[in-house]
């Protein structure tokens, strides 16, 4: 499971000064000034929206207008002032750099395809690589099973009145992948919570996303059920993104105490046999590995990363501490968390790799402990402000309930606020895109409960 909490790579890009536009506006002014930064992130026929901050003063806020150059129209002037969830890090830490604007009237999908975005008066806001697709989903964290085979001690779920396995049906899985051309690539996931490899139609599932939407889709597996070279070949020429793979130790005793349940030597076989099928297939499904940290492994960890990267085709080694979650032993926690000179040392003795391969995620100072879920972003039940359009979370459970929440005007900075907005069978929602453009339109204070008819 990811978190939201990677800069986004239209953000990247802008940093990197790689960005497409449709044809950049020159300044006004004479004086030389910095390229605005920012992205317009979308144009529809009713709404525009992205975000734009001035490098030479992060503490203000741009107002933007939407116009058509042939015929200089105005469609709408707005402030960029709102949250936006995927600019971390950027001028005041705020976040607060978004723009959303209703044009005066509906856009032909000419105007679509020429209007452009300027701070009033001055410079342009440049387009992002994504302007073509509407992504109104910031993920949608899906499980196709509600079970795991292992219990380990530090797991986020609690399993301990899990008796039986339900599998996601056929049917509802087509109904959740109408939801992927609203998603970025890598950010529809297969598994959430639970152990995707238990459904045994896991890989007539990947069949089903159509070739173009592969890219979008990963998951993340304990690979600890024995499975045949055949399953590894099939997931080699998925086409997915990446598919992330957990382990805490190449000990097997530490490895079989992490992870309760599971036999060492079954791992590793799957493990090999994972590898040699991605050789075989000169795979681009990307191997990204996620590692828990913990008083009896984290010495191993520089070496295990280092051999994860040399033998073992590591896009990404993922080192994280643990989302406490009050049914975690006691003694688990006593025994086995570690201390800030803990991390410290990991931090030193760690490989230098290059940038974004290798992730150490360490307790933030003062960590809210959080239920049930692997966010720890703050989770409101209900909102007086109001959510931010165009900008939501989606979590899919095995039967095809849907719960989307979406994100609180009144987020800022680091603690972007979830505010519920419906829970729904997905199987029940005919058009979607009918659906998200009826979002926006909601009245915020018909909220109530989390849950709202649409
Ligand atoms: C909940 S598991 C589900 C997928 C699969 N069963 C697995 O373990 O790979 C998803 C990821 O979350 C990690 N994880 C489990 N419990 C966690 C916790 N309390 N804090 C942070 N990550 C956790 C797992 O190690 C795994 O990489
Ligand atoms: S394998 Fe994953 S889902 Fe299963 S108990 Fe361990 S962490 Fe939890």
Known sequence: MQRVRKLSKTL???LKGSFFQKGRMEAAQEAPEKPLLGFVDHIGCEHVHGWVMDPDAPGRRINVEVFLPETGESFGIGTADQFHHGISGIGDGSRRYGFWLQVKRALTQNEQKNVQVREVGGRGVPFSPHIGSWHPLLHVAMDIVDNCNLRCPFCLYDYRNV???NLMSRET???????????RDGEFWFSCLHEPSLHPD???FLDAIPESMRKKVFFTSNIARRQSEAYFQGLAQSGIDHINISLESRRPEIYERMRKGARFPIFMENWDKLITAFHEANSAVALRYVIMAYKSN?????ALTQYLVDERR?????????????????????????TEEDWDWLHANLPTLEPGKLLLDRPPVDAPSVEGGESQNEVLPSSDVGFLPGQYLARLTWDGTLELKGISRASVGSSMIEVPILTKNIKEIDDIEGFFRSLHEVDVSRLSSGSLAI
């Open 12 to 14: 990247l890009h802008a």
């Open 163 to 165: 008796r039986k396995t």
């Open 173 to 183: 899985l087509e109904a959740a992948l109408r939801l992927l051309p609203y998603t």
């Open 202 to 204: 896991l890989l007539a």
């Open 298 to 302: 984290f010495q191993e960890l520089p």
């Open 314 to 338: 590591a896009a990404q080694v993922e080192i994280r501490h643990t989302y406490d979650v009050p049914f975690i032993a006691p003694a688990f926690r006593e025994q086995e968390f570690l």
